[in-house]
């Protein structure tokens, strides 16, 4: 057997595996030790079959996320690089009354600067001002990140496979331009139920949420899939996650972008 069949049949069993977990809403053990460690492209390899899968299921792709861009979360998880996720139409929650916790199996909260994009990234040499001039305008975010494998027992490549650990996203309506504000100056408080409970800068997003949004361009690229026009960009946590179990409500105020908040169903069910 060669190993291009060796490796689709890794990349099978490994999207099953959290296929399942999605299904029937249970975490499972660690991918790890289907797709190793360090193996970074065969982890973005069960990204793409996990994104090929809710495409064919009428999944429609509206993004990207960058994740552990924070050295906060990076050592949170045990981590010591960024990765990246795919946003689909129905992670969006924006305007929800309630974020539904049935659909979530141990959601943390991660509030970030996200970018909307308009113009491709697929050329040119992706330099500070092709990445400057693509942006259309920025908006405060929620990310509401959600691994599933048990108890965020995750490795680089475990996050990766998983879709960077991607859940639900919330976008506020403030939007500014990148000439009315300074991304890597913004300061950020996010509070759980009223007590403040993660704080941050821009300059914790890689040095400057731009710095990220770069990466993303070229990683992207590099992968064959880069950015396009109209594609909305979670840039990274500006901060450290907060656990959001049901029935919290989160509010992170991010300086000149103002407030997003999101308030989660009161119980498992509901």
Do not use: H
Not at 59 to 85: N, Y
Not at 140 to 146: P, R, Y
Not at 168 to 190: G, H, I, K, S, Y
């Amino acid at each position: 057997m060669s190993t291009t069949e060796i490796d689709a049949n890794i990349v099978g069993l490994a999207a099953d595996r959290i296929t399942g977990a999605i299904r029937e809403l249970r975490p499972i053990p660690p991918v790890r030790d289907l797709i190793g460690v360090g193996d970074i492209a065969l982890a973005y390899a069960v990204q793409e079959e996990l994104i090929r899968r809710r495409e064919a299921a009428g999944g429609v792709v509206v993004g990207r996320k960058i994740g552990l861009t924070s050295p906060a979360v990076q050592q949170q998880l045990g981590v010591d690089q960024p990765d990246f996720g795919v946003l689909l139409a129905d992670m969006d929650v924006s305007g929800a009354a309630e974020i539904p916790s049935r659909k979530l199996l141990q959601p943390k909260a991660e509030a970030e600067v996200a970018f909307v994009l308009k113009s491709d990234m697929a050329e040119g040499e992706l330099d500070d001002a092709q990445i400057r001039a693509a942006v259309d305008y920025a908006v405060a975010a929620l990310e509401i990140v959600d691994s599933r494998i048990a108890d965020w027992d995750i490795t680089i490549s475990d996050t990766v496979a998983d879709n960077a650990s991607s859940g639900l996203f919330v976008l506020a309506e403030t939007r500014l331009r990148l000439d009315e504000f300074t991304p890597r100056e913004v300061t950020m408080r996010m509070y759980a139920d009223d007590e403040l409970a993660s704080e941050g800068t821009g300059a914790a997003c890689l040095g400057d949420p731009l710095n990220a949004l770069a990466w993303l361009a070229r990683t992207a690229r590099e992968y064959g899939n880069p950015l396009r026009a109209g594609q909305i960009i979670l840039s990274g946590a500006l901060g450290p996650m907060v656990p959001a179990p049901p029935g919290t409500r989160i509010r992170a105020d991010i300086g000149p972008l103002g407030s997003v908040s999101a308030t989660f169903s009161p119980k498992e069910g509901q």
